[in-house]
């Protein structure tokens, strides 16, 4: 497996070591040893699955407390995912980090705790899967505004007009969401 530093400290981007022929392609995807030994020490306690239409955007979700550290990766389809750093003390606090995953790509991102994760689907019938660190805890739930100009985000929205649940669409700016240490 290689590991791709990004422009944030935390967030890494993934390549799988993928072995193909003409009957398809073989990956692991977990590995607790060999993950550790990359230096990635996780323990996961929850899977999840979605499926969105192109132009779904989903996020920028944190708990807090009880932050989610998140491995994402795609099943089927492609998306755009993003990582904003919400540790207060963090030099790069408020920046973000972007990138493709696809089933074509065969990429992971991991997004550890502390940060709001978010994706926008950019083909049909996209599935989304995503390992977490912590369990699901609505009660401790925000969004970030996907769209909050103190981000800027990037969002690849050319011909896209995103579809947002409502909960999104009333996420906080990034001057009033609870930050991490």
């Given amino acids: 497996m290689k590991l791709i530093e990004t422009a944030i400290a935390g967030p890494i981007i993934i390549e799988p070591r993928v072995f193909g022929d003409a009957r398809g392609f073989f990956m692991e995807t977990w590995n607790a040893a060999a993950f550790r030994e990359a230096g990635l020490d996780l ?6 699955h979605s499926r969105s239409q192109r132009g779904v955007l989903r996020g920028l979700h944190f708990q807090n407390p009880g932050p989610q550290g998140k491995l994402v990766r795609v099943t089927r ?41 978010g994706f926008v689907t950019l083909e049909d019938d996209t599935d989304f899967l995503y390992k977490c660190t912590a369990p699901y805890a609505p009660q401790t739930e ?22 947002i649940s409502e909960k999104d669409a009333r996420g906080l700016a990034l001057a009033d969401v609870p930050v991490f240490p």
């Fill in 77 to 117: 389809g492609a998306v755009y995912d993003v990582a904003v750093d919400l540790r207060g003390s963090s030099p790069t606090f408020g920046q973000w980090v972007g990138v493709e995953l696809s089933a074509a790509n065969q990429r992971m991102f991991w997004v550890p705790e502390g940060f709001a994760h």
């Fill in 43 to 48: 323990t996961f306690v929850q899977d999840n």
């Fill in 142 to 163: 925000f969004t970030l505004a996907w769209d909050d100009p103190s981000v800027g985000i990037d969002w690849p929205l050319d011909g896209i007009t995103p579809l």
